[in-house]
DNA sequence: GTATGTGAATAGATTCACAGCT
DNA sequence: AGCTGTGAATCTATTCACATAC
């Protein structure tokens, strides 16, 4: 679920401030969602909570870390060093989320061997050593949407489990490759497309009302 | 719907090698969804058909991108220009998306009266006037988490619409303001857990099998 | 024959509402 | 009394299947 991050967030910050119980009502609250939803949630997680008290706190905690892998922390590698691969490299919430990255690699000898954030970057025929060496578990695609599937494949090949995608593109990976799919303009478009919406509607109201 | 970016991507691509006819199948394969779902969604558009050809991609385009904004660009406004809001502003998917970067608000002094990409950093207390003299009506956060909610109330304040989330916190805005919320490390962090439950569900079928 | 358009069926997620525990 | 845990109801999205049109 994706809501699990949003949880752990909040409930770090109560930590933080020293509340050790919660009730579902105001961790819903503090994540924006439903309390009936929360409590699905972490009764799936088997993270049992007392009636009439609510949850304890650092027990959600680390119940939450671990379904979301397991406390391990899996080293990523990012494919593709333009203006958005350098800002993910140097991207202080991955460190923190408990995904260092591990790797950098391009295809454009100009990039190659640059330092960015302590890490130099390897060409990219050097992908699946740099993943042995660090045994990094996911990668990061944020080259030109044209060299997205090429990417995808080379991190498949190199025995990555999971992908981000951030290139413009529909990439294809195999069954057992889990992909994730991040497209800013996207993101934007569909701000875009309600906006325009809104206004077609009221529009609308305006002429029937 | 969070297709029609993609649809619109894939007809681009088809018009530009000269094909000026396309099926729902092959429009759902290039999209990677079902192509039922294509037919559903484009005639929700009002963009039909012709039963037994297909549909026109040169008049598809257009009505997707009606949709998506009446064509009208839409000027964004980025707030916090740290590394994100650097490779954010410079990043050019989002000019060819309709959405040029017109305005940098930054609440730091170190980092105001910078230029980035041809375009100076102004105070985050001049937003209101950045956003009035270039109209914007689309907002980015791409503040710390601490500061995501004061940079979501000025932009509300400021007369905004949308706004694009990328600090990992959760914002509350009034009911007629659209936010969405790209959280980076969060979408790894759903990978982690995709991984880690595909560990355990190989172990437990070991177990029992 | 081929491909759209759409009602019906299915699946999935969300929310409600309340029984049961502390 | 307060809050969890969960079956039932609801809403939404996806997929199927086929009548309809070219």
Redesign the interface.
């Known amino acids: 679920?994706?809501r699990?991050?949003?949880y752990?967030?909040?409930l770090i910050e109560l930590a933080e401030s020293g509340v050790d119980t919660v009730s579902s009502v105001e961790l819903a609250d503090?994540?924006?969602v439903n309390a009936a939803n929360v409590r699905k949630d972490l009764s799936f997680l088997h993270a049992h909570g007392t009636r009439g008290v609510g949850y304890q706190v650092d027990h959600l905690i680390g119940e939450i870390s671990l379904?979301?892998?397991?406390g391990e922390p899996?080293p990523?590698v990012i494919v593709g060093i333009g203006?958005?691969g350098?800002?993910?490299s140097?991207?202080d919430?991955?460190v923190?989320?408990?995904?260092p990255v591990a790797g950098l690699v391009d295809a454009d000898p100009a990039v190659v061997g640059k330092r960015i954030g302590g890490r130099v970057v390897r060409p990219v025929d050097q992908l699946a050593e740099v993943v042995a060496e660090s045994g990094c578990?996911?990668g990061i695609i944020a080259t030109p949407s044209a060299s997205a599937q090429e990417a995808a494949d080379q991190l498949t090949a190199a025995g990555i489990?999971?992908?981000?995608n951030f290139a413009?593109?529909?990439v294809?990976v195999p069954e057992h490759i889990?992909l994730?799919q991040?497209?800013?303009?996207?993101?934007?478009?569909?701000?875009?497309?309600?906006?325009?919406?809104?206004?077609l509607e009221r529009a609308a109201a305006l002429a029937t009302g």
């Open positions: 679920m994706a699990l991050p949003v752990l967030r909040g503090l994540a924006g379904a979301l892998g397991g899996s990523v203006n958005l350098r800002a993910l140097r991207y919430g991955f923190a989320g408990g995904f578990t996911v489990l999971s992908i981000l413009p593109a529909v294809h889990d994730r991040v497209d800013l303009a996207t993101e934007l478009q569909i701000l875009g497309y309600h906006q325009h919406r809104r206004l």
